[in-house]
């Protein structure tokens, strides 16, 4: 069951720059600050009441961050809904059909998590998560 | 520093068709509908989901045309605030151009937008329960 939203992904150029609007500016404290290296994507999160906003900046140009950014610039990029149990969600939107870019959950910045391909949903990415224990 | 933000009220979903978007979020994810309705002033039509304090709102256009395909996409989100004027102050210190409060759809509440350096999100703020603007500039 997708409980709330656990955060917004935005797509920047530079995460250090945008940290001067969403941290500094907003007054967002920073939860999470990683490279992860798999995705080529530094991932920063912001916490905001029960959510989080969260940069993406490429750190590479062979990802879909990174051809995301350079299609269509900076922007919202995914929606992310938490869940209990990201293997359960996973498997119900398969056995519906939902086309997957994960086929399995594997570790992210929100936990576990895995997307949903967009053409599945009008267009819109959709990623699952279900944070870890004692992670952020 | 800061401006006070208390949570994201709502993340807008803006649809060619938002009542097919709002279904499609329902029927594959058990995301349930709390209300539709028809902002006012326009013929916007908007479909409304609650995931604990998040709204997830599916905007789209009043009269829908056959489209060959749907499209959707995520359309920007608004910050809730405990005071929209000192926000306003705070951000406009920072360098940021930020518009006037002005009364929001719902009763008793203002909203403003930000306007640009937002990485390209369209961003705003509301305050629920705020005071009425003439007491404000008093």
């Known amino acids: 069951m997708l409980t709330k939203?656990?955060?917004?992904?935005i797509v920047v150029h530079s995460a250090d720059e945008a940290l001067k609007f969403y941290r500094d500016a907003l007054g967002l404290p920073v939860t999470?600050?990683?490279?992860?290296?798999?995705?080529?994507?530094?991932g920063i999160l912001?916490?905001?009441?029960?959510?989080?906003?969260?940069?993406?900046?490429?750190?590479?140009n062979d990802t879909g961050v990174a051809r995301?950014?350079?299609?269509?610039?900076?922007?919202?990029?995914?929606?992310c809904f938490e869940s209990d149990d990201v293997d359960k969600e996973l498997e119900a939107a398969r056995a519906k059909g939902i086309e997957l870019i994960d086929e399995k959950p594997r570790p992210g910045l929100a936990g576990m998590v895995c997307f949903l391909h967009p053409k599945s949903n009008h267009g819109v990415l959709i990623e699952f998560a279900t944070p870890i224990a004692g992670s952020h | 520093m800061g401006i006070g933000a208390t949570h994201i009220d709502h993340i807008?979903?803006?649809?060619?068709?938002s009542a097919a978007t709002a279904k499609l979020f329902a029927d594959q994810y058990g995301i349930e509908i709390k209300r539709t309705m028809s902002r006012p002033g326009t013929r916007a039509?908007?479909?409304?989901?609650?995931?604990?304090?998040v709204i997830v709102e599916f905007a789209g256009p009043g009269e829908v045309q056959p489209y060959d395909e749907v499209k959707a996409r995520?359309?920007?989100?608004?910050?809730?605030?405990?005071?929209?004027?000192?926000?306003?102050?705070?951000?406009?210190?920072?360098?940021?151009?930020?518009?006037?409060?002005?009364?929001?759809?719902q009763p008793g509440a203002l909203i403003t937008g930000v306007r640009g350096r937002t990485n390209g999100v369209p961003l705003a703020?509301?305050?629920?329960?705020?005071?009425?603007?003439?007491?404000?500039?008093?």
Do not use: C
Request: glycine share 10%; hydrophobic share 40%.
């Open chain 2, 125 to 138: 703020l509301i305050q629920y329960n705020a005071r009425p603007l003439e007491e404000n500039s008093q």
């Open chain 2, 74 to 105: 995520l359309g920007g989100f608004v910050l809730a605030v405990d005071d929209i004027h000192a926000a306003v102050t705070s951000l406009r210190e920072s360098g940021w151009d930020v518009g006037e409060p002005h009364p929001a759809v």
């Open chain 2, 45 to 53: 039509h908007l479909e409304f989901a609650k995931l604990q304090e």
């Open chain 1, 32 to 42: 999470a600050d990683q490279v992860i290296e798999d995705q080529g994507v530094r």
């Open chain 1, 46 to 60: 912001l916490q905001i009441g029960g959510s989080e906003i969260e940069l993406l900046e490429p750190t590479r």
């Open chain 1, 5 to 9: 939203v656990h955060h917004v992904g």
């Open chain 1, 68 to 79: 995301f950014l350079e299609s269509r610039g900076e922007g919202m990029h995914h929606i």
């Open chain 2, 12 to 17: 807008v979903i803006q649809s060619n068709d």
